[in-house]
């Protein structure tokens, strides 16, 4: 597009050859590898731009000369597109798949392989933890699971309703494998505990936690390595139902924000062009509008530490 090579330093952050703490092309892996830097990209900032060439901007059909920012990865992006490049505000992604990260001004590494750290911008790090399983476990339980009974997500969380949630069985969330906190690619889904009593909204209950509960281990692991967040901001599909949130704000036992942005890193990507061409002084001024808050229900406090209990002892017996 623009005739330059280039690499944002937040995408060589997940290539492996890069040093999160000089935030450059590590040598000593480079040379393990036998790669010599010349073959690799000069690092830039994500703010960084060139301009479109007059071959790209015919294809495309716009004007030739338009600024062009390199910008970075979807989590990045998802951080500074929810406001998120202060410290202490964590960001909370239930799409397809499960995140949660953290801004920090130096590079976190946990004592055993869990969470990550890469590059964010304007030399902050963001840490998080990431899972395999949210969104899409859903999408299978609806497309597949419930597939001669064709029920919506409206009519299965009516379901739900009335259920003895004390009684449902644990979901294991691992339909595609493990990320984070095992990293076990071979880990397997299941509902543990499903007696003939069970119908599907006792299922789709179950399905809703144990992505929660994924989600919550992996908070407890983040928040060893860094300070416990001063407020967690949520998007993702799971802003789609008023359930699932309460069901979040009850597990974490912490006020849930949401975003009036439904794509909070198209959003990023936005924040990055308007710092890039000065009309945003700075990524920390930017800001993103609040949407719903979610108080969570004290009074679940101990029966979902309960919960949990039981599927941190499946997780580890299975």
């Not at 395999?132 to 299978?140: L, S, T």
């Not at 609806?142 to 009974?149: A, D, F, M, P, Q």
């Not at 499903?194 to 144990?210: A, F, Q, V, W």
Request: glycine share 12%.
């Amino acid at each position: 597009m623009t005739g330059e090579e280039a690499v944002s330093k937040i995408i060589a952050s997940g290539t492996g050859f890069f040093n999160i703490n000089t935030l450059d092309w590590d040598s000593d892996l480079l040379n393990f590898a036998g790669i010599d830097e010349s073959a690799l990209s000069p690092l830039v900032e994500p703010t960084y731009y060139a301009y479109l060439t007059e071959t790209a901007a015919k294809e495309m059909g716009l004007p030739s000369g338009i600024p062009v920012v390199i910008g970075g990865s979807d989590g990045a992006l998802n951080q500074i597109g929810a406001g998120a490049m202060e410290e202490g505000i964590m960001t909370l992604s239930v799409g397809t798949s499960g995140a949660l990260r953290l801004t920090s001004e130096m590079p976190v590494i946990p004592p055993e392989p869990s969470t990550w750290c890469y590059y964010l911008a304007d030399g902050k790090r963001i840490a998080g933890a990431a899972t395999a399983g949210a969104g899409n476990c859903v999408d299978w339980f609806v497309k597949r699971l419930n597939i001669h009974s064709g029920l919506g997500f409206d009519e299965l969380e009516s379901y739900m309703e009335g259920i003895d949630r004390g009684e449902a069985p644990i979901f294991l969330p691992f339909l595609y494998g493990e990320r984070c906190p095992g990293w076990e690619d071979e880990r397997q889904g299941s509902f543990y505990g499903i007696t003939g009593n069970h119908l599907i909204g006792d299922m789709y209950y179950s399905l809703l936690e144990g992505i929660l509960f994924n989600l919550y281990h992996c908070y407890i692991i983040l928040t060893e390595v860094m300070n416990v967040p001063d407020e967690i901001r949520i998007s993702g599909g799971i802003t789609n139902s008023d359930i699932w949130l309460q069901m979040a704000a009850d597990i974490f036992q912490r006020e849930i924000i949401t975003s009036q942005i439904e794509h909070a890193s198209i959003i990023g990507g936005v924040a990055l062009a308007l710092n890039a061409m000065g009309e945003l002084k700075s990524l920390y001024e930017f800001s993103s509008p609040i949407g719903k808050v979610i108080e969570p229900n004290p009074d679940m406090a101990t029966f979902y530490r309960r919960r949990f209990e039981k599927y941190l002892e499946i997780y580890e017996r299975l």
